[in-house]
């Protein structure tokens, strides 16, 4: 059983939801008028987006017809869509979009991950975090520095554990030699990466510059996979100025293609970590 989340949570809910409408023959609008909510708020739900009480729970059960049993499915799925996660906490510095990440991030089965000039974050040591945040991150509040490196950290957990994610990922050599935080903070990172590559949950690739151009050139990106079938397929991108959940099928199915495009044409695992090991050498 894949580790899940309240975003998980919440978002499962109401796709079951939308379906066991659209079984009822009832629109938005229509279920909306029954249970004396506006239609808006019934779109929102079904996306997953405000809690949901217990009563107006039974009401949507009751109007859909929904069985006893599945009742209590939802019902747990409810509960767990209002639990308070640790990202809760750094509401203050981090944004709506950011969080809702950490949430698919935490309740994800897979990621694959293309890099192209920072550590892929899930990777990061703490001493190269906390030099790349407070060097390297704008709009950043010294006050905010070791705060953002506490919720890096705690991202990592799910490295671990007795379900922990599975990771595809795949770092452009750019991303090897950045220098980030002096030689003894690199000269660590990149231990740390050969130590990860010996976990059976992560795949670790290198795309070396004598590669040339290839189908993920440019601004890196994560395709996340879940274990419900309901939940479909989602990208997260962040770049220096915005950040962006893609979850167009269409537009995610063009991510897919070139992660895995891409991936056909990296080192091989083995090949990759002799790579990062020389490359420690020179540090």
Same mark, same amino acid.
Request: charge should be negative; aromatic fraction near 8%.
């Given at each position: ?18 379906? @066991? ?92 991950? @293309? ?37 890096? =950290? ?7 554990g007795t379900d922990p ?14 220098n980030i935080g002096g ?11 050969? =130590? ?7 795949q670790l690739r290198v ?9 993920? $050139? ?36 063009? @991510?897919?293609?070139? @992660?895995? =495009? ?16 020389? $490359?420690?050498?020179?540090?």
């Open positions: 059983m894949t580790a899940t989340s309240p975003v998980i949570k919440a978002w499962e809910l109401g796709i079951r939801l939308r379906e @066991y409408r659209q079984q009822a023959g009832l629109t938005a609008t229509e279920t909306a008028k029954n249970i004396g909510v506006t239609q808006g708020h019934v779109s929102a739900v079904e996306a997953g987006r405000p809690k949901l009480t217990a009563d107006r729970l039974a009401q949507l059960c009751t109007l859909y017809d929904i069985g006893s049993d599945e009742r209590v499915e939802l019902e747990s799925l409810r509960l767990g869509a209002n639990e308070k996660a640790w990202w809760h906490e750094y509401g203050g510095i981090f944004s709506a979009e950011l969080q809702k990440f950490f949430g698919l991030e935490a309740g994800a089965e897979c990621v694959r991950s @293309y890099h192209s000039e920072l550590i892929y974050g899930l990777f990061q040591t703490e001493e190269y975090t906390r030099a790349l945040i407070a060097g390297g991150t704008p709009h950043v509040r010294l006050t905010e520095v070791e705060r953002r490196v506490q919720a890096r =950290m705690a991202r990592r957990n799910r490295l671990a994610l599975q990771i595809s990922c795949l770092l452009a050599e750019s991303t090897l030699r950045q030689r003894d903070v690199m000269a660590a990172q990149l231990d740390h990466l050969v =130590m990860l590559s010996s976990q059976p949950n992560i795309l070396p510059f004598s590669l040339g151009v290839h189908p993920s $050139i440019g601004a890196p990106y994560q395709v996340l996979s879940f274990e419900s079938p309901r939940l479909h397929d989602i990208v997260w991108q962040e770049i220096l100025t915005s950040t962006a959940i893609v979850d167009s099928r269409d537009d995610v199915a063009d @991510y897919v293609l070139t @992660y895995h =495009m891409t991936e056909r044409l990296a080192l091989s695992e083995d090949e990759s970590i002799t790579f990062i090991q020389d $490359i420690r050498k020179e540090v």
